[in-house]
């Protein structure tokens, strides 16, 4: 049983540059939750998604974005990239409450020059 | 809002000696806790979580946690650590949103564990 898989692993992108980033959940997991993770620091949570809808967001502004598909799946879109969104970005699904607790993906990490 | 602090930023240890990673809490109403560990260039791995019912509870790999409600605190431990528990560790704080158990999750600063053979 696949769990989540995020892609791409790595990435590099320009100042001003346009990324999305991908998640696939767990199996039988429908809810998706992506975080933001700067070296040495705790993640931080950007937004989640149920239903296809955003259902909550952190303190991201809006060149953060994010889009469900019907089989559950996620991108993470930031416009305008700036240096100080170099970070991990992880991809955290969640089936029917709580009872297994978050499964993460392995991450991309994103490198802005 | 509910926040978390992680005492202590880094925890060397000898192999075989017992570990303590302090984590304490605030939060207004009722909360669920979780462990995670995140080894290096990997995403985050659930160690242990409390959620209801017996305030210790237990990893299959040896860790246990015990929430304390009065002391808002829920530190991890392991009796006997060993070179392949060098990690980061953190703690995370998530309450029930709206009418499901989906909330976000508030992670501390983390705690780097390094053990030494």
């Known amino acids: 049983d696949a769990g989540v898989t995020q892609s791409p692993t790595h990435l590099i992108k320009t100042r001003g540059q346009q990324v999305t980033l991908r998640c696939s959940p767990k199996s039988g997991h429908d809810t998706v939750s992506w975080y933001q993770q700067a070296l040495g620091q705790g993640p931080q949570f950007i937004f989640q998604y149920y239903e296809e809808e955003e259902r909550q967001r952190g303190n991201f502004p809006d060149r953060f974005s994010g889009h469900q598909f019907p089989n559950y799946s996620s991108e993470l879109n930031v416009n305008a990239l700036l240096l100080g969104d170099s970070a991990l970005y992880l991809c955290a699904s969640l089936g029917r409450g709580l009872g297994y607790g978050y499964t993460f993906g392995s991450g991309t990490r994103l490198t802005v020059v | 809002a509910q926040s978390v602090t992680q005492l202590d930023s880094q925890v060397a240890v000898f192999e075989e000696a017992p570990v303590e990673l302090r984590c304490n809490y605030s939060s207004s109403v009722s909360v669920y806790l979780f462990w995670y560990v995140q080894y290096p260039n990997q995403g985050l791995q659930l160690l242990l979580k409390?959620?209801?019912?017996?305030?210790l509870v237990e990893s299959i790999n040896g860790f246990e946690a015990e929430f304390n409600k009065s002391q808002t605190s829920f530190h991890l431990r392991k009796p006997s650590v060993h070179i392949s528990d060098t990690a980061e560790y953190f703690c995370?704080?998530?309450?029930?949103?709206?009418?499901?158990?989906?909330?976000?999750?508030?992670f501390g600063q983390g705690t780097t564990l390094q053990v030494k053979p």
């Open positions: 995370a704080v998530t309450t029930p949103h709206g009418s499901s158990n989906t909330g976000k999750l508030i």
């Open positions: 409390y959620l209801s019912g017996s305030t």
